[in-house]
């Protein structure tokens, strides 16, 4: 059985409180005596305290909590997290008390793996206005009674929610705070684009925080765009306080995201099949018939080099198309994209760009659009460009001297070392295309030539295959 790093934290947790009770041998005030501040009022950012991860090991190991909470201060931080898990993460419940001594008028939020009502009760005598309570590891009884004993000690939840079962728990009190984790606990890698997933199933009013794995502005504006009004933010800014400012200043991003948001919810609603791009699409007629087929993304080819150019009125004619459309540019320089692709994007014609030259991690964050990278690595080494790039996806193509198109596979050897969810394009066809999902469990297909007749030109039939084969 793969190894559940949440569950043994648990297990070491209940361990120490069975022996020391719930305190953990710190030293406790009798009754609290610091101020309740609102937690996670205007401002959306939380900096976090911690020393250590159990993925990581050492992040600053000797770490003076008081200290960084002022360097967080003085760059303008009103929300803080203190971890007090001490064996995973160096963390101690001393280090919220006398975070809160030190600051009182500042909102601290206790981050931990609290399993009962007495957790409640001692975070709030240590000081903390809020708690973390996170739903894969209790029961829905057990969430319930604890969220409504923080409310009646007037602390905020953060609720955490990582799955189907966690919203399921969550909507039967409807928390007006929910986290959505970025890492999976159970094995604490990483996925970017999971917060958004789980956020896609929240159908009651609530803030949502995206929490673990940021690193850049450009991420904390990506999270923004998406509808979070928080961002919970660890060992970058344990590293860089200075960044406090502009993770800040980014989630104060005023464009909204419709790419990734409506991905996300297609993934939640369809778990157990890949997604499906049709791309090269240039007219109306192949638009409609993958639409009625079953395609996620339409996509559509803007570089002069291909022979599945799509002008740009084609766009204007469907736009009551309502599925994620997707420009795919070709710019070999790298820099800013076209105007008229920006007046695509601008009008709501376009959702987001797939990025198929030589364009930079940096290039791709000055869009200020929603986009994603295509990477055509010739070999395992190149697979080391995409630690780069920022975007929540990459898509792998095959190498080849035209992009797009070609009917070439990406290399075997190159997907057995991805470590990332797959998006694959190159060389896939109705005939193929269930080896392809057994062999390598794709998140998303993009297709362009294993559906046409001819260049530009979708058949019919293939469309219809392609589908049933997914389907079954």
């Given amino acids: 059985m793969p190894r559940n790093i949440r569950d043994e934290i648990v297990e070491k947790r209940r361990s120490r409180v069975a022996r020391l009770g719930h305190t953990e041998g710190a030293g406790m005030p009798a009754a609290r005596d610091v101020p309740l501040v609102p937690f996670l009022g205007a401002d959306g950012l939380i900096c976090e305290i911690k020393r250590r991860s159990p993925s990581k090991g050492d992040i600053a190991a000797g770490l003076d909590a008081v200290a960084q909470a002022g360097r967080y201060v003085q760059a303008g931080a009103t929300n803080l997290s203190v971890l007090t898990e001490p064996e995973g993460f160096g963390g101690t ?17 206790r981050k931990d793996f609290l399993f009962d009502l007495e957790d409640i009760d001692v975070s709030h005598r240590a000081g903390a206005d809020a708690v973390l309570l996170i739903a894969g590891m209790l029961s829905g009884e057990r969430l319930a009674a604890m969220h409504a004993r923080a409310r009646a000690r007037g602390l905020r939840t953060l609720v955490e929610l990582h799955d189907r079962d966690d919203l399921a728990k969550a909507a039967t009190f409807a928390p007006d705070l929910v986290g959505m984790n970025s890492r999976d606990l159970t094995t604490f890698r990483i996925d970017p684009l999971l917060p958004l997933i789980v956020a896609a199933g929240v159908n009651w009013s609530a803030t949502r925080v995206y929490e673990s794995g940021v690193t850049h502005p450009e991420q904390a504006a990506f999270a923004a765009a998406a509808g979070f009004g928080g961002l919970l933010v660890g060992e970058a800014v344990v590293r860089s306080p200075d960044l406090t400012a502009r993770l800040k200043a980014a989630l104060r991003v005023a464009r909204r995201d419709r790419f990734w948001t409506a991905v996300s919810r297609r993934r939640l609603n369809y778990p157990d099949r890949p997604l499906v791009k049709i791309c090269g699409l240039t007219n109306e007629r192949d638009a409609q018939l993958a639409v009625e087929n079953g395609a996620d993304i339409l996509g559509f080819v803007f570089w002069q080099g291909s022979s599945r150019q799509a002008a740009p009125d084609l766009l204007r004619k469907i736009g009551k198309i309502e599925i994620p459309k997707v420009g795919v540019v070709v710019n070999e320089a790298g820099g800013p994209l076209a105007p008229e692709i920006h007046a695509l994007l601008a009008d709501g014609y376009l959702d987001a760009v797939q990025l198929h030259g030589r364009e930079t991690p940096d290039d791709g964050a000055a869009l200020g659009e929603s986009y994603y990278r295509a990477l055509r690595p010739q070999g395992v080494s190149d697979l080391a460009e995409a630690d780069g790039f920022r975007c929540p996806r990459l898509l792998l193509d095959a190498a080849a001297d035209l992009p797009g198109g070609t009917g070439k596979r990406v290399n075997a050897e190159i997907l057995a070392e991805w470590r990332r969810p797959l998006w694959l394009a190159g060389g896939i066809n109705p005939d193929n295309v269930r080896g392809v999902i057994e062999q390598y469990r794709p998140e998303l297909l993009d297709l362009a030539s ?11 039939e293939k469309l219809k295959r392609l589908f049933r084969e997914i389907q079954s």
């Avoid at 419940?93 to 909102?107: E, G, S, T, W």
């Avoid at 294993?450 to 019919?460: L, N, S, T, W």
């Fill in 93 to 109: 419940l001393a280090d919220l008390i006398q975070v809160k001594r030190a600051f009182p008028r500042v909102a601290v939020l």
């Fill in 450 to 460: 294993g559906v046409e007749a001819a260049p530009g030109r979708k058949d019919a």
